[in-house]
Structure formats: structure tokens, C-alpha cells
């Protein structure tokens, strides 16, 4: 499945899934725990780090994920739910490696500081 880009809506959809988590838990796997090595090794790490972060909290959020997981690939939340599990982390994880994902946390951080 392809994710379209994502629009302003989406980034309440975000938000709104972002609040169920720890946002602390959430930002410290993104830019936190700094890893050496390659530029791959360091990505690979913080998705990893990020996909881990969004399983461990899936079940306060579910709903939402499925939801905005539903309107990013134009499909229902039936043909999402219908997905394997392989298939559905597979999502997840494109979702976390998105230019416009990626972008909106970079954002979200630098008005925390």
C-alpha cells in the first residue's frame, strides 16, 4: 500500500494519537539516545526505536492509528484491519519513515525548544 502526502488534517490526526502515547517516550526515540555510525545504521536505529515506542502503546490508540492509517492509503479501516500482521507493522513503519512524518516531528521538537 502507498501513503499519499499527508495534509494539514492528518497532523491533528497526529497530535490526537501522538497525546495517547508518552510524548516524552515518543521524542526520545526519535532524536534521543544518539547512535554512531553510518547514516543507515543511526535511521535504522531510531525507527526501530519509533516502530517500538508505537506497538508498545497500539492498544490506547488503535482506533486512531487504523483510522489514519485507512485515510493516508485510500483505503477503509475494514481493509486495514484486514491487513496481516506483517503487512500492518510494514505500514507503520512506512508511515514513521515518511518525508512528511519525519518533517512534522523535526517541527513539533524545534518549538520545543
Given amino acids: 500500500m502507498e501513503l499519499r502526502e499527508l495534509k ?13 502515547f508518552n510524548i516524552k517516550e515518543m521524542l526520545d526515540a526519535f532524536f534521543g539516545n544518539q547512535v554512531t555510525g553510518s547514516a543507515n545504521d543511526v535511521g535504522i536505529s531510531i525507527v526501530g526505536n519509533i516502530v517500538a515506542t508505537i ?5 490506547s490508540c488503535e482506533a486512531d492509528i487504523d483510522d489514519l492509517l485507512a ?3 485510500g483505503t477503509t479501516v475494514e481493509e486495514i484491519n484486514d491487513l496481516s500482521f506483517l503487512d500492518y507493522t ?9 518525508k512528511d512524518f519525519k518533517h512534522f516531528f523535526e517541527r513539533m521538537v524545534s518549538r520545543l525548544n
Fill in 8 to 20: 494539514k488534517s492528518d497532523g491533528f490526526k497526529l497530535v490526537k494519537i501522538i497525546n495517547k
Fill in 55 to 59: 506497538l508498545d502503546n497500539l492498544n
Fill in 71 to 73: 485515510d493516508l492509503t
Fill in 90 to 98: 510494514q505500514l507503520i513503519e512506512d508511515l514513521v519513515m515518511h
